[in-house]
């Protein structure tokens, strides 16, 4: 099964076209390799609450994204809004996949604790914040990337939630 994944940039410089998106890569790279998946949108948009939630709506709405991963954005400067953005769009939170990242992350460097990264569900589109940084989203997606295919299945209704 190929899996439908968008991916959403919260950058200020990115969106200005001042910064090179290779956090957007490596998670491209990661989804296309490892869990066979497609990547249906991509975007950079400014660390602007509108924006950032106007891209997860239309990914998830229009594109029938089955998951969204952000990367940027999740620090703790005051432009730092995804979490903030993805919270407001989202119905249910899925704390389990950032509880994960950050756990792992915090035993490679303590800073990990600063990310303030949020999953969540959008309907049946799953959507999570990674961090900014390419090192970050390698060592972020690696945690989790083995129980995506399984929740996607039980988001679409694939598979029943406690199937083997």
Known sequence: MKWKVAILTASDKGSRGEREDTSAQVIRELVEDEMNGEIVDYRIVPDEMDEIMA????????????????????????????PEATLKVIDRQAPGFTEAMRTVAM?????????????GLRDQT?????????????????????????ALQVLTGRVGDHSE
């Open 107 to 119: 035993h490679a460097s303590p800073r990990a604790m600063l990310s303030r990264g949020v999953a």
């Open 126 to 150: 799953l959507i999570i914040n990674l961090p900014g940084s390419p090192k970050g989203v390698l060592e972020s997606l690696r945690v989790i990337i083995d129980q995506l295919p399984h």
């Open 55 to 82: 891209a997860l709506i239309e990914m998830s709405d229009y594109h029938r994204a089955d998951m969204i991963l952000t990367t940027g954005g999740t620090g703790l400067s005051p432009r730092d809004i995804t």
